[in-house]
DNA sequence: GAGTAGGAACTCC
DNA sequence: GGAGTTCCTACTC
């Protein structure tokens, strides 16, 4: 279950528009982030993702945000992934050693709220505060609980997580510890009645109830289906404007989002913010995961609530509107995705584009996979754009692509030799065709 | 030698 | 069954 912040960011967004269950904000945020105790795995190891792909090979913000007043001492801050080898290399943590020398084997984890400095410490207090953390790179994907703040106007964010007495017979708190490389090594406290799939019965129902209604009322409204992965660049640009509009957020660069959904659900957070500010890049993303989300949970046992979305259906299950070609649909006006970000830093020769963490990663196909290495920006040295209006692309390490997809794919022997047949496999589908001039390694997305 | 093209059998989900 | 993957032969640059 990885769509918590969206679903924060979405009650939150309605706190401040005092839309429908602005009441109850409050509580269901502290409902939401408590009856996730259940979910987060004391093992730290990923055999589903790859331990060197750019989403777990580089510290990844753990974002602190008060979503009321009563946090905002802890705005600011930002933790690093806490499930992550290596220490923290951000320049907000460059004070890093001021780390105890003395840490252990088992350490709680604190972060300074104020300096930035991260400190190992003993959680000795009674007192508590709460806020909301996002760890956006647990290999199960982000999660929200509560965090105590040890100690009576401490600066320390304590990753001591209490769960709400509204959950439990009696208040519990769970402790996160953490090894020298920052991996939770234990999760200890008190166990949370959830649903198996995490999620309280109740809750569940009254998120996919609202949710479900607001997702059948802008299906109806745009005429496009539930499920983005099967919409046309035209379905995404109406529903990209719709959520502007609901949001009212003033971006006029909304032609960039003449794609196919299944490449919008592709794009990462940092390649949507090269397209639209970073307040709309929030709110996209946050309403994506969620329609996402929720018609996932249309196939799931407590969802008869959202029985009435024009086409409940899980991406999971159905990977099929992948096969449609990047380009059908597209109209004259379709351009390709202009992004230009700089590679992040990272020192990893191989590492793979930045994509979102989210189920859609297992069923990527390969010129979603070449596309999304074009888009990135950091890979020009091995495949870049020479046309990017008719799709044009060459690839100039051929060896290192392959290398990548391989790796991506978890197929250690793959080769330009076997990439090459996969591609040419999509001349029958027009997915990609060689130029009108055949020139080596050079390919073209079908329009 | 490296890349291109496509057939065929195969795996994986 | 779709989407590759693997292996292959023949061919071009």
């Given at each position: 279950m990885e769509n918590w912040e969206s679903i924060e960011r979405y009650l939150l967004s309605k706190e401040y528009e005092a839309l429908t269950f602005d009441q109850q904000v409050p509580q269901m945020l502290s409902e939401l982030s408590s009856m996730?105790?259940?979910?987060?795995?004391?093992?730290?190891?990923?055999?589903?993702?790859?331990?060197?792909?750019l989403a777990f090979n580089k510290p990844m913000p753990v974002q602190v945000r008060s979503p009321c007043e009563q946090f905002s001492k802890l705005d600011s801050c930002e933790l690093y992934n806490l499930d992550q080898q290596g220490s923290p290399q951000s320049e907000s943590s460059q004070s890093d050693s001021s780390r105890s020398d003395s840490t252990s084997d088992s350490q709680d984890f604190y972060r300074d709220a104020q300096s930035y400095n991260y400190t190992y410490s003993d959680l000795s207090s009674d007192t508590y505060k709460s806020c909301i953390v996002r760890n956006t790179c647990l290999p199960s994907n982000g999660y929200y609980t509560n965090v105590s703040n040890s100690g009576t106007g401490s600066e320390h964010c304590g990753l001591e997580i209490k769960s709400e007495p509204h959950w439990e017979d009696e208040p519990t708190s769970k402790r996160f510890t953490f090894n020298n490389n920052n991996h939770i090594v234990h999760s200890g406290g008190g166990a949370t009645s959830v649903h198996p799939c995490g999620v309280p019965e109740d809750i569940g129902r009254q998120l996919l109830k609202e949710f479900g209604m607001e997702v059948g009322e802008v299906c109806r409204q745009l005429q496009?289906?539930?499920?983005?992965?099967?919409?046309s660049p035209r379905q995404t640009h109406d529903w990209v404007r719709w959520q502007c509009r609901h949001f009212h957020t003033a971006d006029s660069?909304?032609?960039?989002?003449?794609?196919p959904g299944s490449t919008l659900c592709a794009m990462s957070e940092s390649e949507l913010r090269t397209l639209v500010s970073s307040e709309t890049t929030s709110h996209i993303k946050a309403k994506l995961d969620i329609w996402l989300w929720v018609i996932q949970q249309?196939?799931?046992?407590?969802?008869?609530?959202?029985?009435?979305?024009?086409v409940p259906r899980s991406p999971t299950i159905s990977p099929t509107p992948l096969s449609a070609s990047p380009c059908e649909g597209m109209g004259e006006e379709e351009s390709f995705p202009s992004h230009s970000h700089v590679a992040t830093g990272s020192t990893d020769a191989d590492r793979l584009p930045d994509e979102p963490v989210h189920h859609h990663r297992q069923t990527i196909q390969l010129w979603q996979f070449l596309k999304l290495l074009l888009l990135d920006g950091g890979y020009t040295d091995c495949i870049r754009w020479m046309d990017k209006s008719k799709g044009i692309f060459k690839i100039e390490n051929s060896n290192r692509v392959a290398r990548l997809w391989g790796k991506r794919k978890n197929r250690?022997?793959?080769n330009y030799d076997k990439l090459s047949r996969s591609i040419r496999q999509y001349y029958k589908k027009n997915i990609i065709k060689k130029t009108e001039h055949s020139k080596r390694l050079v390919y073209q997305f079908c329009k």
């Open positions: 996730l105790h259940g979910e987060i795995s004391s093992d730290s190891s990923s055999t589903e993702f790859y331990q060197d792909d496009i289906d539930a499920d983005p992965m099967l919409w660069s909304l032609e960039e989002f003449y794609i249309t196939t799931q046992s407590f969802a008869p609530a959202l029985t009435q979305i024009p250690p022997a793959m």
